[in-house]
């Protein structure tokens, strides 16, 4: 829409520019908020629940208030607010009832680390057990006990969502298409199955951490690794009930979030905290254990897919039940619920569809943003169902996914129609499947079989997304222009690891004609000083932060314009620029500096006209609109990126161990902005969703404790685990929309490499695998049609995530 040029012409769009933040992590500046000490600042600890859930009879905090160097102790009795991203269903600490194991029930602020564990140690809770709800499925039952049984008092947004007082259904998604029953009637083939995954921790290196003032006159300053410092203050201040103006959040470097900083988590706490020990700077830092039990976490899956085929294997009809354990709130888990059930039907074309999506209450930590939301648990059971009904009516499966590909001209489950501009997910397949090889073996891959006994197999996985957000989400942004003719940026979009300061500094360089280094786009956030940005979340920062960059960029230089129009006797029209001037078209001889007309021109006679150059960009997502809550139908995709992964695998067909020798993955990203972090991104993303497909996954016992709540048995993914080969493709069609064409890319990247590599180990050895993830045993489980073991613990040897086959096999 804004910028879309030849890219013959452009001097930094699509470049590798280094990351301009990378020197001051690398050594060692960076400051975070976990580097951060303030005069007079008191440390703070959690009272954690040992129990999934209970009544709270009595909390005794006396032994703690006498501990000297305590300076606050609080229980949810002191409190009397209440938290909620789209339902406000969550105290600040536990009041009367836990709902999860490691849930919060009381804090301390003390002068010292050691002296608040102290004082934490010696609260004494009494608690009535009471029996858990655990299994998501069981929640539904009739008669299962109520999570919230005061559900249909809580304040929700009602335009989005839709809970179910009386039930554990915090929200409901329904999407009808076409004619269903008909379409079923009409299909040759009905494959139906279940897919599931565990919920898994975000695993950010910097844990959730937070320093809070409460001032004189309720002025609050907080410090905090949110991912959206203007959603921490707008929801700060609607839980207790202050003006936007009073709430200052500042937000320095971001050790990572991956979804789970998105929202609002240890802030309100901290604050309570600091109010209560007269205004002192109080700090709370979550543990690495804390992140997997205290703080939220990606919700579970279960997935029912109900599929008609044609005898030429054309789609019919999909029917598709979603039941998403929200955990103990609702926090993101409602909204994952709303975008994953629009999206459900993948990168095709499904004439009719019903889709059925509900987010469930259960006694278990709560569910919210992860990176993907939502595609990366749906998708696995998508695409591993593709491979099934190919299998099943006797197609290949990459020439089924070809067949039912979206194109232009199709229609999406919403009523959207795909256009040219929107991707091609065909040349993503296609070059993902000529990458890897698929459908045959090399020579070399045959030798290699012959030389260890092990079988290689083959698989692809497809993919889409597109932003999940209001229909009228914004941004923008200021440009700045300094006395010597370098620029300053500030944005409202977060930094945090994902390279946006370097993207929209190319950007901004390319917009002007400045050279690269003149720009620099501000990492440390500030709502007092920076412009509003909606949200650091579903990978719209780059097309959304883009455009208004691009606007404000116009904005400075049409006000440039303007100035030198009077000091060289001329109109705009005639005039043009380079990095350090503006000149005559006609004359470039005749011209003005940047740099003198940067805070006004000053004429010899000392008469000065104009003043500081600022641009101003404001943008708005166009032509989005809310979906019906009955059909499911509206337009609420600001972009789709598409993409697919490919994997090969080597499998042992007696253990089930199994080793990936090469990953290949292709997107859409219409145009690079960053040549080197759209590859980083890739493999990142990679790595990650190798993870989560191999590893992850939080295990309870029958009373709702967290059996893993560490890296000691909640393995990640190291150095070790990377394939051999690597392969990334950048595919581009442009965005009609996007700023120089392009395509947000941040969270695709993961989102279908568990499917694939689910594809590949079937292709190799045949073990049909629905669930997340595939362990080693799991795999020789299905090689044998046992039923996979989901409470089983992961024994793992050290520096890997891969479960060792020759650990004792719990029956």
């Known amino acids: 829409m804004l910028e879309n040029s030849d890219s013959s012409k452009l001097r930094y769009v699509g470049t590798a520019a ?226 936007l103006n009073n709430v200052r959040v500042l937000v320095p470097h971001v050790g990572g979030g991956f979804g789970g900083k998105a929202g609002i988590h240890l802030e309100p706490l901290t604050a309570c905290l600091s109010r209560k020990a007269g205004g002192r700077p109080v700090k709370l830092q979550a543990s690495r254990e804390e992140e997997f039990s205290l703080l939220p976490c990606r919700s579970a899956l279960t997935y029912r897919i109900k599929s008609g085929v044609s005898t030429d294997g054309k789609i019919l009809a999909q029917q598709m039940w979603m039941y998403w354990d929200a955990g103990a709130y609702a926090d993101y888990a409602v909204n994952v619920t709303r975008a994953s059930g629009y999206s459900a039907a993948g990168p095709y074309e499904i004439p009719n569809a019903r889709i059925d999506a509900f987010t469930i209450y259960t006694n278990k930590p709560y569910g919210t943003a992860y990176r993907g939301f939502g595609h990366v648990e749906f998708h696995w059971g998508l695409e591993r169902h593709m491979d099934l009904i190919a299998r099943t009516i006797g197609m290949d499966p990459l020439e089924f996914r ?95 690891g994902q390279g946006s300061t370097t993207a929209l500094a190319q950007i901004v360089a390319e917009c002007t004609g400045f050279r690269l280094e003149q720009v620099k786009v501000t990492v440390e956030k500030d709502t007092d000083r920076d412009p509003y940005d909606w949200q650091t979340v579903a990978s719209k920062g780059l097309i959304m932060t883009g455009n208004a960059c691009i606007l404000a960029c116009e904005d400075l230089i049409a006000k440039g314009y303007q100035i030198a129009a009077q000091v060289l006797n001329t109109i705009p029209e005639d005039l043009s620029h380079d990095a350090d001037h503006v000149y005559l078209k006609h004359n470039a001889q005749s011209s003005c500096t940047w740099a003198s007309l940067s805070v006004g021109y000053a004429y010899p006679n000392g008469n000065g006209i104009g003043g500081p150059l600022i641009g101003v960009g404001r943008y708005i997502a166009q032509g989005l609109s809310n979906l019906d809550k009955q059909t499911g139908q509206g337009n609420p995709a600001l972009d789709w990126t598409y993409g697919a992964h490919g994997i090969v695998v080597e499998v042992d067909g007696e253990t089930g161990e199994y080793k990936i020798l090469k990953t290949a993955s292709a997107f859409d990203v219409g145009k690079v902005v960053n040549s080197a972090m759209v590859r980083g991104q ?119 995530c891969r479960s060792d086959p020759a650990a004792k096999i719990l029956e």
Request: charged content about 20%; proline content about 5%; aromatic content about 6%.
């Open 402 to 496: 070809r067949k039912n590909a979206l194109r232009p001209g199709s229609v999406t489950l919403t009523g959207e129609k795909i256009s040219e501009h929107t991707g091609d997910v065909l040349s993503c397949i296609n070059q993902v499947a000529a990458s890897i090889g698929y459908g045959r073996l090399s020579a070399g891959e045959k030798e290699r079989e012959l030389k260890t006994g092990r079988k290689i197999g083959k698989g692809i996985a497809a993919l889409h997304k597109a932003p999940a957000m209001p229909s009228f989400t914004a941004t923008s942004a200021v440009v700045k222009m300094n006395s010597d003719g370098t620029l300053n940026v500030n944005v409202g979009l977060m930094e945090i």
């Open 18 to 243: 280094l990351r301009s933040e990378a020197h001051e992590k690398l050594t060692g500046n960076a400051t975070y908020v976990s580097d951060m000490v303030l005069p007079g600042m008191l440390y703070a600890m959690v009272k954690k629940s040992p129990h999934a859930r209970a009544k709270i009879v009595n909390i005794d905090t006396s032994k703690a208030e006498k501990i000297p160097g305590v300076r606050a102790v609080l229980t949810g009795m002191d409190l009397n607010y209440r938290l909620g991203l789209y339902i406000v269903d969550k105290d600040i600490l536990a009041k009367g009832e836990v709902r999860h194991f490691g849930e919060a029930v009381a804090a301390v602020a003390a002068d010292t680390l050691v002296i608040a564990q102290k004082a934490i140690d010696s609260i004494e809770v009494e608690y009535q057990i009471l029996e858990p709800i655990l299994n998501h499925m069981d929640a539904l039952k009739e008669g299962a006990p109520l999570v919230h049984p005061d559900l249909g008092t809580y304040e929700y947004v009602k335009a989005a969502f839709t809970p179910v007082p009386g039930t554990n259904i915090a929200n409901k998604t329904l999407l009808r298409k076409g004619d269903v029953d008909a379409a079923f009637n009409e299909a040759a083939w009905i494959i139906e199955r279940e897919y599931d995954n565990p919920s898994v921790q975000h695993v950010p290196m910097e844990t959730h951490v937070v320093i809070v003032t409460w001032g004189a006159q309720d002025k609050i300053t907080i410090w905090s690794s949110a991912q959206s410092p203007f959603t921490v203050r707008n929801l700060f201040c609607h839980t207790f009930k202050l003006p």
């Open 682 to 800: 890739a493999i990142g993303g990679m790595v990650q969703g190798l993870g989560t497909a191999t590893c992850e996954g939080y295990i309870y016992d029958k009373a709702g404790h967290l059996l893993n709540p560490s890296f000691t048995d909640n393995k990640i993914p190291t150095a070790k685990d990377i394939p051999e080969e690597i392969d990334i493709i950048a595919v581009e069609t442009p965005q009609i929309d996007g700023p120089y064409g392009a395509r947000g890319v941040g969270e695709h990247s993961m989102i279908s490499v568990a499917p694939a590599l689910g594809n590949a180990i079937q292709a190799a050895i045949g073990a049909e695998l629905m669930h997340m993830p595939i362990r080693f045993e799991d795999v020789w489980r299905a090689m044998l049609h046992k039923e996979s073991i989901d409470n089983w613990i992961t024994k793992t040897p050290i520096g890997s």
